[in-house]
């Protein structure tokens, strides 16, 4: 792109291929993969290839406008760093850029902040209640909401799919009890099944890429792990389980089960896996 724009005397492209973006727009329909980090594989006037570093679609590309990315300096990826790592909550500026920064006032209350989807308010903040006597808006769990969490599409591996269940069982326990006995039962539950799933990827090659980087088994393991420390991560705050956490975590297995697992259920189904 700068060697076409020289020999052309043509002005200078202010994003070229090879430089890491980050996808602030996503197309209709596609959503939730808004945040994500990726490559710009070609750069052509206002049309640019977005190819993904990361998330259910690592090592796909797809076609957007320029104006639907933007170019990451390395100041931007530390300030995402910061945000996955759960330390940045109500206090915290926002972008859909940089994800989440402190506050001037140095404010930060331990919530926690997703890339690109701003902070959302912490669940450490101190409120405690039990679930089945508080009437406060925060202590409740609208049950529509629970259903349509859990309502988990076919992956067309049955072992996988009676997995899925037995954690949204696990899942539908927590909601009603919110307890710390019932969360090291979700985490078991979670821990035992990602670890079925990823050894059914290791015996039958799903996801394999020469790129690491861009491996889909990689992608999907490391999301396994993230879900797996967030919940060991609650564990560690103390014996209640908060109502923010607990949407949180259902409205992610939710997204994990129809934005990654998704993507191996024909292929595993192809190969014959039980």
């Not at 859909?96 to 902070?119: H, R, V, Y």
């Amino acid at each position: 792109a700068l060697l076409n724009s020289v020999c052309k005397n043509l002005p200078l492209p202010d994003l070229c291929p090879g430089e890491e973006v980050q996808l602030v727009k996503a197309p209709a329909g596609l959503e939730k993969l808004q945040g994500y980090r990726g490559i710009c594989t070609r750069a052509d006037g206002d049309k640019v290839d977005f190819g993904f570093m990361d998330g259910p679609m690592q090592g796909k590309v797809i076609a957007v406008p320029r104006s639907s990315v933007e170019r990451l300096e390395p100041m931007d990826e530390e300030s995402m760093q910061t945000c996955s790592d759960g330390t940045c909550g109500q206090g915290c500026s926002t972008s859909t850029s940089k994800g989440c920064q402190q506050a001037e006032d140095g404010s930060c209350n331990g919530g926690k902040c997703k890339p690109g989807m701003g902070c959302e308010a912490g669940y450490n903040s101190g409120t405690e209640c039990d679930p089945s006597a508080c009437d406060r808006a925060e202590c409740k769990i609208d049950s529509s909401f629970v259903s349509q969490a859990l309502d988990l599409v076919s992956v067309k591996v049955a072992s996988m799919d009676s997995e899925h269940e037995e954690c949204a069982i696990a899942l539908r326990r927590l909601v009603e009890t919110r307890s710390r006995e019932v969360l090291e039962e979700v985490l078991r539950c979670l821990s035992d099944h990602f670890a079925h799933e990823e050894a059914l990827f290791e015996e039958h090659g799903f996801g394999v890429h020469v790129n690491e980087k861009l491996s889909a088994k990689t992608s999907h393991a490391n999301e396994h792990r993230r879900l797996l420390d967030k919940v060991r991560k609650q564990l560690s705050r103390g014996p209640s389980v908060p109502a923010t956490f607990v949407r949180e975590l259902l409205q992610e297995f939710h997204e994990h089960t129809t934005l990654y697992d998704v993507q191996y259920a024909d292929f595993l189904a192809s190969k014959g896996a039980k």
